[in-house]
C-alpha cells in the first residue's frame, strides 16, 4: 500500500526507448505526467485534466530509435553471413529469417503505423514523445479521454454543433467540386508504374539472353507496347490529376516517369540503327558487347527503381489519396 | 489559444473544429490529422472582481500589494497573501516568494520538473570505463560514492528499483579488488625480476 501512495501513477501505453532518449507517459490523479529524458536524468511535464484543450494526433513516418535500428539491422547482416558460411545454415538461418521478417514488420510500422501526438491547454502546447505509434495512442488516448471528461464535464451547450461522433469527411461547402474521379488517375498510375516494372524485367532478361537482337520482331513489338503504354498512362494520370495538390508527391514520380520513358524513346530512336548495325560485332569486339550491356543494366535500373519507389508511395499515401476532400488546388 | 496544424504550423479553420473527434487533413500542408476536442478550449477565462480585491477598512492587506486584502496566507512563511498572489499546490498556499527560494521547505512533488537519476550515473560509471581500463582507478571509487551518498536519494517521480545502485557498487568493488591484485601481481613481479625473494 506504501508503494502504491508513494507512486501515485500508472503507466499509460507507449513508450519511447532508445540508447540514449527515452519517454513515457503516466496517468496521474488529477494530470498526465510525461517523463523524458536521457539515461542519467529525467524530466517531468505536468498536464492537468482540467486545462487540456485538445489533442492533435498527426499521421507520419516515424523511425523510433536509430540505434536499435542500427543493432537491429547488424544483427541480421551477421547472422546471415555466419549462417551463410556455416556448414550447418538451419540453425542461424532460421534466426536471421525471424530478425529479418521483425525488421520487415517494425519498418511497416513505422512507415504505415506512427504518429506524432500534441497536446495543447491555454499556455502551451506540448509533443507527447512516447506516442509514436497509432495502436499505443489510441489506447493512451482513450483512458485520457476518459479522465478528462470527468475533470471537465460535458461540453458547453452554446456549442450546439458540436457532435459525438466521430467524422471523416469536411463540410459539403469545403468540398471541392472539380468532378474527375480521382481513383482513375491513382488505377493509371499503378498501371504505369506496373508497365515500368515490367520494362525492367525486360531489360533485365535480355541482359540474360545472348541471342537478343533487334532483328527478333516480336522483342521490337513489345519494347514499342511497353514504352508508348507507359508512356500514355503517364500522360493520362497526370492529366487526372494535375490540378489536385494532395498528389504533388505522385505527381513529381510521373513527371519523372515521364521524362525516363521520353529519354528511352529518344535513346531507342537514335541508337537502334546503331545497334542494329553493330548487333552482329557486339559477340566479337567485347567493349561493345559489354557497353551495350551496361546500357540495358542502366535503362532497367532506372526504371526499377521509378516502379518501386512509384509504388511505395502509393502504398504509403493511399489514405491521403483516398481522403483527398480537401485539395481544392 | 489557436489549434495548429503540428505540421505546418497553420491555424485549422473553424468549420473543421465543429465536431469532438475530427479526422481529416490540414487544409494548408494536407497532412492526415485527429483532432479531440475538450470543454476546456470553450470556457472563457475566470475575471477577478476587482471591487472585491480592495481593501476596507480594519481588513488584512496583502504582504505584497498594501491596497488589496488579504485572502489567505502562505503556508510555509504566513504571509498573508491576496488572491492574485495566493498559488495553491496540492492543496497547500504559497506566496510567490516562497515558490521562488523554495524556502526552508523540500519542494512539493507537483513542482518538481527534473531529477538526476544517480543509480544509472554510477552504474555507468562503474561499467563504461573498462573498456579503456586505466579511468577504472578513478570511476571506480566515485561510483562506489555515488551509490552509497545517494542510495536513500529520491531516485525518480515513477517506480524505479534499487538493483542499479546494488550492480553498481558490487561491480565498482570488484574492479577495486582487481586492480589491487593487478599491483601485487605487479609488484611481486618486479621484485622477483630484481632478484628479491618474496616470502
Redesign the interface.
Known sequence: MK?RAE?P?T?LPGTLRGFVRRA?L?EGPDHL?S?T?T????????FYY???????????ARAGSFGLWIVHVLACVVLGSIAAASPFPWSLGILACFLLLVLIFRLIGCLRYSC?C?I????S?K?LPSLLRTWSTEKA?KRI?SR??EA?????E??G????????A??A??KPSLGKPRSAGIRLATLAFLLLLANAAECFCSLRLASYASSEVWARVRDILLVYGEGTCIVLALLCIYRW??FRGLRNVLFGCLGFVAAEVWFSLNFRNVYAAWVKEMHVVPHFYQAWHWVLATIGSVAGVLAIGGLILLFLKR??YR?????TN | MPILCPSCNGELPEWLLRTKRTETLCPNCYTALTIELFPALFRRPETIDVQNLALAEGEACCYEHATKRAVSFCNHCGRFLCALCEVEIAGAIWCPACLESNQGVALPRALEKRRTLYDSVALALSIWPVALLYPVIITAPTAIYLSIRHWKTPSSLIPRKKWRFAAALTIACAELVLIALLVVAGVAGMHQAHGVVVR
Open positions: 508503494g507512486f501513477y503507466k513515457s503516466w505526467l517523463v529524458g539515461r542519467f536524468a529525467e524530466e517531468y511535464r505536468r482540467r486545462d487540456i484543450e485538445s489533442i492533435v494526433s498527426q499521421k507520419c506524432r500534441y495543447q491547454t491555454a499556455v502546447r509533443e488516448l479521454r478528462i471528461e471537465q464535464g460535458a461540453l458547453p452554446e456549442v454543433s458540436l457532435q459525438e461522433e466521430v467524422v471523416t469536411v463540410p461547402s469545403a495538390r494532395t489514405d491521403t481522403r483527398g476532400d480537401l485539395s
